[in-house]
């Protein structure tokens, strides 16, 4: 499995576009099909009248080549790319055991999005809009009744014996009934955004100040010190700069010389947002960013940077993302900021809290809808921190990550 758990080996992958491409071949090529959903009819409209972008998007498929080295055919052009995403908005996500839950929007766009020409489409605020409003729609199939048809336990099903291997003691640790129909889940954003039974995932010392837990069930992607206010987060290393990751935010100055810690989800894990530290909040944000905004690659990238996956620090500067400011009742601490990042259409972050709050440790602050995706707690330079976690290892939401010295 590669980062995250998202996407499927390249076979697989391009058998799956050369089976939705199939669904769409018979359709009538250019224009607004009549049944096209109003979201994507905008985006059509965008590309077509605007010069620019309709430029940006027909130098986006510029060498991408008709099939790929196994024969398979591959999305070559807007009008293409737009049938198929007006397909997908009408879908929930199917259990797979050999291709797990993918990126399908990040599919179609796999080759295009890893190019210069790429990147310079993908960072248009008009064209973010568009996109914005197509995962809005999606969102409101996925939250709907209509979405329940992959909450079965079937061998497609998300509540079947196959994926139950993947998330152990489910009905234990989650809010569920499996007497009832979809186990008492009335849509797909229901069963992911699942809540824990009390006790399901018990907060480590909760009393403790010198400890800090895990605000998300997640696997550890890096610790990085002596962050910057300003850097050039785009090459090599993907160096963390404050001020952009953290919009603008004047608290920004306080993190100079401090401390982030990323990890990131994946689509089997626990989704909501939890405090590591007792405090108060005193700022919450959601920063409407880019979408599919990635560093380009001289060739299609490999395997592990699929969906941005290797691009996380990145991404953290760019993508859509929620700020969470809490200043911790222990003065060691002092404020912290929890940072939860959409990477590509895993967009949706939902802030549950508000500027003045008190939470306590462990306490839910937020979520992701449809998804998983990647998060930063910052500290500031005076945190002295000791990190009992490492790179890769996957952590509990509410376990220890890391103590005060």
């Not at 982030?260 to 005193?282: D, I, K, M």
Request: aromatic share 12%; proline share 7%.
């Amino acid at each position: 499995m590669n980062v995250g758990g998202w996407v499927p080996d390249p076979d697989r992958l391009n058998s799956w576009i050369e089976n939705r491409l199939n669904k769409v071949g018979d359709k009538p090529r250019g224009g607004a099909a009549p049944e096209e959903l109003p979201t994507i009819q905008a985006f059509r409209k965008l590309i077509e009248t605007d010069p620019e972008i309709y430029m940006g998007f027909h130098r986006l498929f510029e060498g991408v080549p008709e099939t790929d080295p196994a024969g398979h055919p591959q999305v070559t052009d807007y009008d293409t790319m737009l049938r198929l995403f007006d397909g997908l908005i009408k879908e929930a996500p199917e259990y797979d055991k050999n291709f797990l839950v993918f990126l399908p929007f990040t599919a179609i766009l796999q080759w295009p999005m890893a190019t210069t020409n790429g990147l310079t489409v993908m960072i248009d605020p008009k064209v973010n809009l568009c996109i914005r409003n197509m995962f809005n729609a999606w969102a409101s199939f996925l939250g709907s009744s209509d979405s329940q048809y992959v909450l079965t336990e079937d061998e497609r099903g998300w509540l079947g014996s196959e994926a139950m291997e993947q998330m152990p003691n489910f009905k234990e640790t989650f809010i569920c009934d499996p007497s009832k129909p979809h186990w008492g889940f009335d849509s797909w954003d229901h069963f992911f955004t699942r809540k824990l039974k009390e006790g399901g995932r018990p907060v480590d010392s909760p009393e403790d100040s010198a400890v800090i837990t895990s605000a998300c069930e997640s696997k550890v992607l890096r610790v990085a010190s002596n962050v910057q206010k300003r850097d050039q987060f785009w090459l090599k290393g993907q160096p963390y700069s404050l001020i952009h990751m953290l919009n603008n935010n004047p608290e920004a100055a306080s993190f100079v010389g401090g401390t982030v810690y990323q990890a990131f989800l994946s689509p089997f894990y626990y989704h909501r947002w939890a405090s590591p530290v007792e405090g108060v909040v005193t700022h919450t944000e959601v920063v409407e960013g880019t979408y599919f905004a990635g560093l380009p690659y001289d060739a299609p990238p490999p395997e592990e940077f699929w969906a941005n996956q290797g691009q996380q620090p990145f991404i953290a500067h760019v993508a859509t993302r929620a700020l969470i400011f809490i200043r911790a009742n222990d003065p060691k601490i002092g404020l912290m900021c929890f940072v939860g990042i959409g990477m590509v259409e895993v967009s949706s972050c939902d802030i549950t809290v508000y500027a003045g709050q008190k939470v306590k440790k462990g306490q839910e602050i937020g979520t992701f809808h449809f998804g998983g995706s990647t998060h930063c707690l910052v500290f500031g330079p005076n945190v002295d921190l000791d990190f009992k976690v490492k790179t890769d290892d996957f952590v509990h939401v509410h376990k220890t990550i890391a103590t005060l010295k």
